[in-house]
């Protein structure tokens, strides 16, 4: 029983703590006002610490205003709530625009803005730094038509710093907490500058202050965005951790950049397209036109090389295929009517022996005649050009009456000199024609006839 008491008791005291309190601490007070007047006034013209306060612009006032602003029950008194939102780390720019100084929007005219590290925190490696910073201005230039270009000496448009405390800017930092970075708008001068809080722990991760999401926010300053009450942009003035990998500039933000700059695809972007206008390098294609090359072809004109087949017109010389006509001379079979072995007691003129042929009775000289077309390999068929001398046939035709008469008389015809006459120039072309016309008709006819004339020699 005691002990449900002592639950009900903690439950009690616990919803009383969550009541604002009545009367905030004088030491809550001038948080609250320093506050208030840091980043919910307009700063003047000359020097950002100086601030004016219109008649109006009471406590109260300015009280509820940032708690509009922060999404907060608007009371106008400082209860508990609105002291946490006053605790958080977040950035040192105003909630208030102060760019009255500034002939309408600030922005950079210029298509490539450059910035450069002066100094680097131990919290880091200078690589790590480097990396770190341009892909916190990646997120921008991947939206608009705008390009970062880092610099290492002289001064950048951006000039991006690590200090403590007073730095020389009117804008001192608060030491450990509250304040952890801010950023000036485009500009000369300190325009575009971005400071950040040495005092801080700077790292990659959840653990600390995450320096990428601190940057992108300081760079939104100084691209001219002011911040955002949307608790889900990169602009809300309070830090909030949020997973980096693949970030994407929220919906908020990007329409906010892109307001002032216009949307990524205008000037960059079309002029790496002039990259696909190196297309007119497929008008390299007339490189194919080397395909004259081709023409090159005239070459196979060389094909009058292959007029060098009448080379093939010494095929003639397979003319000498007769040799394979010599395959008569097994028609020199007749050669076993030894009659031709008398023939060679002309072997002097052994040459002529075709044209001793005659001398066998000359009738059987028509069946020797395939011999002589036999020798037309050598061009002997100029001997076959004896043919003529076949004319001598009618010769033959008195061979009934004067055998031995008729048969010196054309022992002195074959003289090797009508022979050799014949041989260059009639030769090549008549022999084709007379030797097939004459070795069929008269070998029908002598070869009876003879068989029986020389049963009597």
Sequence with gaps: MDGALAVMMVVIVAHCGAVPTSSPSQEDLSKAQAYLSQFFSDVGVSAPNTVRRSALDSFDDTLRKMQEYFGLEVTGQLDSNTMEVMARPRCGFTDVTRYSHFDGEPKWEKPVVTYRI???????FRMEVDATIAKALKVYSDVIPLDFKQIYRGTA?????????DHGDFAPFDGKGGILAHAFSPGEGRGGDAHFDEDEKWTLSSEGYNLFLVAAHEFGHALGLAHSNVDTALMYPSYMYVDTDGYMLPDDDRRGVQAIYGVRGGSAEPTTKPEPTTEPE???????????????????TTEPEPTTELEPTTEPEPTTEPEPTTEPEPTTEPEPTTEPEPTTKPEPTTEPEPTTEPEPATKPEPTTEPEPTTEPEPATKPEPATKPEPTTKPELTTDPDPLPTTRPAPKPQPTPEPTFEPTPEPTPEPTPEPTPEPTP????EPTPEPTPEPTPH
């Design 118 to 124: 002066t100094n680097y925190t131990p919290d880091l």
């Design 157 to 165: 448009d951006i000039m991006i710093m690590f200090k403590a405390r």
């Design 282 to 300: 497929p008008t390299t294609e007339p490189e194919p036109t080397t395909e004259p090359e081709p023409t090159t072809e005239p070459e196979p």
């Design 441 to 444: 008709e008269p070998t029908p």
